[in-house]
């Protein structure tokens, strides 16, 4: 009976064990019902019973209550009886029990893996292909041209997947995070995954953290992970959503109060009666947006919104299981937060923030105003609903509850529309309930199950490079130049219901809670309030199979990289620290303001050289500004008196035997978990990033690869750096955690001056550095 069971609903494995207390979950493959797999990846286990048993040790040890996110955190201890804890302060060695890779950065990190010579991942992992498909006309299209552009890469990871035991979601599948939700995310479950946006999965319950592929490596290998004790942050959510106002509406508030880097060292951990307000996929929402408040990661506490969806994902067994043990899955009584808001979600009103950073909240009945006050451009060119952060049944629903009321009023969109559904699960569901035609027949257009636009994956053509507009987005990030590479375009973050009203108005000054639109027989109509299910009334129809299961037994297939390709390139290790002092390191570039791992590496065109370490090189800090001269890629050769592009200054350095330091910003590397954005230095010669305070995976992804992220002791001797000076660090014999070093700054006037600098280095990575990278110290240990 269980295997007819298995056969027909062909989406997950569940052994049950020691009194249904241990749990295997396995590949959840997505296949069509009548699939059956003839083997399954090893299965993520995980024994509830020992994540009870770890949490009660801790407990006990700390005499204390936990938070939820402690809880699943410390029950993932390597050890809990010897570990050392304290919030903020110690490193934690952990074991995850999953990894997941999007295409882009899984590149990198099968290289690596592959560098590594184990033969097979220690871990069950995926490769999710979401990031190579660029928007230009539609799904179907765009989709098919992909598959022939990147034919080379996805032969790759499809192959280094089946040799070393990585499930592949082909492309098509959908975006990484909506798979995972859909599939691996379980509550209590500790997953790491090569993109900033991971936390996606806290939404059910999960601890799924943003991590580079230098750490993704180590999961795989088998080796503990290292994460710094997080901080918690309690957001204690009161009243009710109702109305315009969605779950994107708490994010956006929670950004506009802690700003891009409130978050940084914490973990989010939202509670309250206000909680069960919100359906699964909206507390996805939340915590996936989480990562541009910098936190480690975001947490919602296990209810009945989340037991629905994994009954309707086809997880009923994890559901009950999870009912058993539902005291390990929310937080102790009494627990304490280093930090508490309070929202009232029955006072809070629909927000957009924007333009150019994710943290300048304002009420949507406030932005025309805002918008003409500091010269926005009003008018909307184009809507955009979709993306990672939201693109769920409920948020398809509700934008075409909307869509139905203007074509019911003969009205369609003013601005362009874009629509990305999440996976091909949701795609094909909204397809068979008519949600995709409404969209259509509004002006929309839908396009494949990727990132697309969000990830600068759009292939823009209504404006000119450098025309000033505005767009507005359902998305989570808005850097400058982030969705469509023009600088003058104003991006604003909001939920998909507000895209939609104002795709539909054409303007940013139109609030659907007060204004007015004009129907095509000019009658004066209000659009109601966005309404939608949040899940199917049907089951999900899981569309097309996209899953490929790695083989049995794989000695036979071939993982080939051609020694003349533009776009994979095998790795060779970084050099060995030579036992010296860094001296007279050139500064390449004094980086001015805000400086996204976007500015540092990217997107956009050059995600196809994400598996070419020295051609993605070129686009290095080609974004950032320099102070000297305010300029993007345009800085000063010291040796040859000319200017020139950063990567080829820096290369020219290289060529000379000069290395060399960047100096930064506040939250340098903040974004994307892109561990290019710290290869790409090291590769070309760097090996300081001097700056007065660092995002947390970037600083990391610098760690890993033998680079030295410092930081100003004080903030204000970043104005002591001119930008053709040479900086000298020093005390590197006894280079150890909590010791800071020594940093020379030698003028050109031959003036001198000595400043303090601190790291975050524990003893286990002070060993990369002296190795040379995280990958070189763990092929010396095997």
Same mark, same amino acid.
């Given at each position: ?79 809990? %009886? ?10 934690? &060695? ?124 180590? %999961? ?112 102790? /009584? ?9 929202? !009232? ?49 409920? #948020? ?7 869509? /139905? ?56 053509? #209504? ?93 036979? %297939? ?67 500004? !320099? ?23 820096? &290369? ?123 990958? !070189? ?6």
């Amino acid at each position: 009976g269980f295997l007819i069971y298995l056969i027909i609903n062909c989406t997950h494995l569940l052994v049950l064990g020691e009194g249904a207390r241990r749990l295997h979950v396995s590949a959840a493959f997505n296949a069509k019902p009548k699939v059956a797999m003839s083997r399954f990846e090893p299965g993520t286990s995980i024994s509830y019973e020992k994540l009870h048993e770890n949490i009660d040790i801790v407990r006990k040890r700390l005499n204390r209550p936990l938070t939820l996110s402690e809880k699943i955190v410390y029950g993932h201890l390597d050890d809990p %009886v010897g570990q050392d804890i304290a919030r903020g302060r110690t490193y934690l &060695r952990l074991r995850p029990d999953r990894v997941a890779m999007q295409d882009a950065t899984a590149q990198m990190a099968m290289l690596q893996f592959i560098s590594s010579g184990l033969p097979k991942v220690a871990v069950p992992s995926t490769i999710h292909c979401d990031h190579l498909i660029e928007a230009q006309i539609g799904g179907v299209e765009d989709l098919k041209r992909a598959k022939e552009v990147n034919q080379e890469v996805y032969n790759f990871l499809a192959t280094a997947g089946a040799k070393y035991g990585v499930g592949f979601w082909k492309p098509g599948s959908g975006i990484i995070h909506q798979i995972i939700l859909e599939n691996y995310a379980y509550p209590g479950v500790l997953l790491i995954g090569t993109d900033s946006h991971t936390p996606n999965g806290g939404g059910l319950g999960s601890i799924c953290i943003g991590v580079g592929g230098a750490d993704a490596v180590d %999961v795989m290998a088998g080796i503990p992970w290292e994460l710094k004790c997080p901080n918690v942050i309690g957001v204690k959510l009161t009243g009710s959503l109702s109305g315009w106002t969605s779950p994107k509406d708490v994010i956006l508030k929670v950004a506009g109060i802690l700003t891009v880097k409130g978050g940084t060292g914490a973990i989010v951990e939202y509670h309250g009666p206000g909680v069960d307000s919100i359906s699964c996929t909206g507390m996805a929402t939340i915590c996936n947006m989480g990562a541009e408040i910098g936190a480690t990661t975001s947490v919602f506490p296990y209810n009945h919104r989340m037991k629905t969806y994994l009954n309707k994902t086809g997880r009923a067994d994890i559901a009950a299981l999870a009912d058993e043990h539902k005291d390990d899955l929310v937080p102790d /009584k009494g627990c304490k937060y280093d930090q508490v808001i309070e929202i !009232n979600l029955s006072e809070l009103k629909p927000h957009i923030n924007g333009p150019f950073t994710p943290d300048l909240a304002h009420p949507v009945s406030e932005i025309g105003a805002v918008a003409e006050k500091n010269g926005w451009p009003l008018e909307v060119k184009v809507g955009l609903i979709g993306s990672c952060t939201n693109s769920s049944y409920e #948020d398809m629903g509700r934008a075409a509850s909307l869509a /139905k009321q203007a074509l019911d009023k003969g009205l369609k969109c003013k601005a362009a529309f874009t629509v990305t559904p999440g996976s091909e699960q949701i795609r094909a569901t909204i397809e068979r309930d008519g949600f995709s035609k409404i969209l259509r027949d509004v002006g929309g257009v839908v396009l494949a199950n990727a990132c697309g636009p969000c990830i600068g994956q759009w292939d823009r053509k #209504d404006v000119k490079m450098g025309e000033k507009n505005t767009i507005v987005t359902s998305y989570n990030r808005n850097f400058t130049s982030r969705n469509d590479a023009n600088p003058a375009t104003h991006a604003f973050v909001t939920s998909p219901e507000i895209v939609t009203a104002l795709a539909i108005a054409g303007t940013l000054k139109f609030d659907p809670e007060t204004d007015y639109l004009t129907a095509a027989n000019g009658e004066k109509f209000k659009l109601e309030p966005p309404n939608g299910d949040e899940l199917p009334a049907r089951d999900f129809d899981p569309g097309q199979d996209t899953y490929q299961h790695p083989p049995a037994e794989s000695g036979s %297939v071939m993982v080939d990289v051609s020694p003349t390709s533009t776009r994979l390139q095998l790795l060779e290790p970084f050099d060995k620290w030579n036992g010296k002092d860094l001296e007279d390191l050139q500064v390449l570039i004094k980086v001015k303001g805000k400086c996204t791992t976007d500015h540092i590496s990217a997107a956009g065109p050059w995600l196809k050289f994400r598996g070419h370490l020295d051609n993605i090189s070129n686009n290095m800090l080609i974004g950032a500004i !320099n102070i000297e001269n305010d300029a993007v890629n345009k800085i000063k050769n010291r040796l040859t008196g000319e200017y020139g592009g950063v990567p080829d200054v820096a &290369r020219h350095y290289k060529a000379n035997g000069l290395s060399w330091v960047v100096v930064g910003d506040d939250n340098y590397g903040e974004g994307s978990s892109r561990e290019h954005a710290a290869l790409e230095p090291r590769h070309l010669g760097g090996r300081v990033i001097l700056v007065k305070s660092f995002a947390r995976i970037h600083e990391t992804n610098l760690k890993k690869q033998g680079m030295l992220p410092l930081t100003f002791t004080d903030p204000t001797d970043y104005d002591k750096i001119r930008p053709d000076d040479k900086i000298s660090i020093t005390g590197l014999a006894t280079f150890a955690p909590g010791k800071p070093l020594k940093g020379v700054v030698k003028h050109g006037d031959g003036s001198q001056d000595i400043i303090t600098l601190n790291h975050t280095f524990n003893e286990n990575q002070v060993e990369w550095f002296h190795a040379g990278s995280a990958l !070189n110290r763990m092929k010396e240990l095997q």
